[in-house]
């Protein structure tokens, strides 16, 4: 390791890293030239500063009950209307962002985390490891997603953390999949069989070799999942196995309002409206993402229709 | 090709050994003595004791699950701890209803993006083309489960015209039956729809763009004549194979939108199942899903390997 040749022809192969910087310069302005991928980045941006500032932005403490205002329609006062408790919709609406960035952001980072750490041992050593690890990945794509989110929330019980480790370990095998190919590629390239044949460790060659060239697809793929992320997890609250109250999420709120509907039809549409309007946000960042950086991955469309 | 499906064939069989073992493992990692919690109020000594046994529970883990394999292997499932009903009836009785759901969502998918596609394809670059992007980004950022409560609201609320959920079977009320299935069908086959859409029109794409077209189209062929024998000849291909592992995506999507519409099928079992602890029930369903999801990528696999050579030449992984 401390061989001063292979620093050396580190320092020399480092030529893709500084091709790397132009590399970025060039996938933001292409990401940028993207009209829909620059809506997405708007409306994440704007979903992002609701979420933090979601304090400054509500109008009323989110459980304040107001009986004598129950299922008032949309008006200034109550920009969403209120649900049957009297509590004001736009308010939780807007603290609902905070739950759905947060699930959405730390499941994500779960299996961006393990599905990247299998996906690099697996494609990097190869043989049985590999043999092993992706064929237990093949037995989590054997579930519909949202079975195998439902069954382990069964087993967890059903909370806002278990629902972030469900969704986690749900994502986990596409990141491991898609980590995987693109090792097994760059493992077979010339600067890094040229390090490797200096003697440089399994560590420095993954660190300073294969990662940064795995990078690219691993910033699509979590764009894209955090939008599916978001979806899960508005599916499993809907349904009821997801967060629970008093935590507003998004996806509880519609089940409620699906028990109102006579009552209100604001309640269905606004809380709704918020989810798809995040998932849409981070679908067309994440498809400009693909396209500015690995045209040959599919699109978010395409990778849906084999989850 | 023999070697691929052999191949093929086996990978499925090992990984549903491992769905298995996720799946028999559920009961074992739940917190707490499950019998009992799924007893609840209902609690008695003898009754407990008859379930333990019933599902095996006193003897070691490893025999359990080699028990339970071979007798879930013959179609027993073992009993619901709530009902004390065999769980592969209830699973009988809930396949119809997911099976008919699931066929009304894919006609309806059908339906919408082989018009949307092949046009968007044809007209590359016009408005129909962007039309038809625009509705796919949507259908694909859609929670099924708020467009399905939207249909509700507009189409049972408010116009009266359908009910809000429920079931019919087709054999009693044809009429009904029909009247029942359309919100949900649409729901799930929207979604579906959007997803199919890309992909007809991509595949529509590539054939337009094939050497025979642009021969065909020189000779002087009618461009209608050409777009039939030359163009969809070749696009379906790639569209049946998506449209068939579309049907695994769509199984997971008919679960959630089963719970909206209140549809007596396998999604609304599990759920009932995972809500009243009944994990017999549970452990069923999911083993059921998994199983037919698995069969379908195998069967989409072997379709395409068998109209596509280059397919199974490079298949190792």
């Known amino acids: 390791m401390s061989d001063p040749r292979v620093h050396q022809a580190d320092a020399e192969l480092e030529a893709p890293s500084t091709r790397h910087q132009s590399q970025w310069r060039a996938t933001v302005s292409a990401l940028l030239a993207n009209r829909l991928a620059v809506f997405g980045l708007v409306m994440l941006t704007a979903l992002v500063l609701t979420a933090l500032f979601a304090d400054l932005l509500i109008r009323q403490p989110i459980n304040a009950q107001n009986l004598a205002d129950r299922f008032a329609p949309p008006s200034s006062q109550y920009w969403f209307g209120t649900d049957d408790l009297g509590r004001d919709v736009f308010s939780r609406v807007v603290v609902g962002a905070r739950v759905s960035l947060q699930v959405g952001v730390v499941s994500v980072g779960i299996s961006l985390v393990a599905g990247t750490l299998i996906g690099l041992w697996a494609g990097y050593r190869g043989g049985w490891i590999d043999t092993v690890w992706m064929r237990a990945m093949d037995v989590l794509f054997a579930f519909p997603v949202i079975l195998l989110a439902i069954a382990l929330v069964a087993v967890l019980g059903p909370s806002l953390r278990n629902t972030m480790i469900a969704v986690g370990i749900v994502f986990t095998p596409i990141f491991a999949r898609v980590v995987r190919g693109s090792v097994l590629s760059v493992r077979e390239e010339l600067h890094v069989r040229a390090v490797r044949s200096l003697g440089a460790s399994d560590r420095r060659i993954i660190l300073r070799h294969v990662l940064p060239n795995v990078a690219a697809p691993i910033i699509v793929q979590a764009s894209l999942s955090l939008a599916f992320a978001i979806l899960t997890e508005a599916a499993l609250s809907y349904i009821g196995v997801g967060v629970q109250p008093p935590d507003p999420a998004w996806g509880y709120m519609l089940s409620d309002a699906q028990r109102f509907q006579r009552q209100g039809w604001w309640l269905s549409v606004f809380p709704g409206a918020a989810i798809f309007l995040s998932v849409m946000a981070f679908n067309l960042l994440g498809d400009g993402l693909r396209d500015a950086l690995d045209p040959k991955q599919r699109s978010v469309i395409e990778s849906r229709g084999v989850e | 090709m023999a070697r691929y499906v052999a191949l093929r064939i086996g990978q499925s069989l090992l990984a549903l050994l491992g769905v298995s073992i996720i799946v028999f493992a559920l009961m074992h990692l739940v917190p707490g003595d499950p019998v009992r919690s799924a007893l609840g109020t209902r609690f008695t000594p003898e009754l407990y004791a008859a379930l333990v046994e019933r599902a ?40 119809g209803p997911t099976a008919l759901l699931a066929f009304g969502a894919l006609i309806v ?28 980004q949507i259908g694909v950022s859609l929670p099924d489960f708020w467009f399905g409560i939207l249909l509700i609201l507009v189409f049972a609320r408010m116009l009266g015209w359908l009910p809000p959920g429920g079931y019919a079977s087709f054999a009693d009320d044809p009429a009904a039956a029909l009247r029942y299935l359309l919100l949900p069908a649409v729901t799930a086959g929207v979604v579906t729809g959007a997803i199919l859409t890309r992909f007809v029109r991509s595949s529509m794409l590539e054939a337009l763009n094939a050497e025979h077209v642009r021969l065909a189209r020189a000779k002087g062929l009618p461009w209608r004549y050409v777009l039939r024998h030359h163009v969809l000849r070749n696009a379906w291909i790639p569209i049946i194979t998506v449209t068939g592992l579309q049907l695994g995506t769509l199984l997971g999507g008919i679960i959630v939108v089963e719970i909206v519409f209140s549809w007596p099928g396998i999604g609304r079992l599990a759920l009932d199942a995972v809500q009243t602890r009944d994990y017999p029930v549970l452990q069923g369903a999911v083993l059921l899903v998994a199983a037919v999801f698995l069969l379908l990528n195998l069967l989409v696999d072997l379709v395409y390997a068998r109209l596509d050579p280059r397919i199974r030449v490079g298949a190792s992984t």
């Open chain 2, 109 to 136: 998918g059908l339906l919408i993006a082989l018009p949307a596609g092949i046009v968007s394809a044809v007209k590359q670059g016009k408005a129909p083309d962007y039309a038809a992007n625009t509705f796919s």
């Open chain 2, 56 to 95: 095996g529970l006193d003897r070691p883990i490893l025999v359990q699950y080699f028990d339970w394999l071979g007798r879930a292997v013959t179609g027993d499932l073992g009993v619901s701890f709530r009902t004390g009903q065999p769980v592969a009836l209830a699973l009988g009785q809930r396949v």
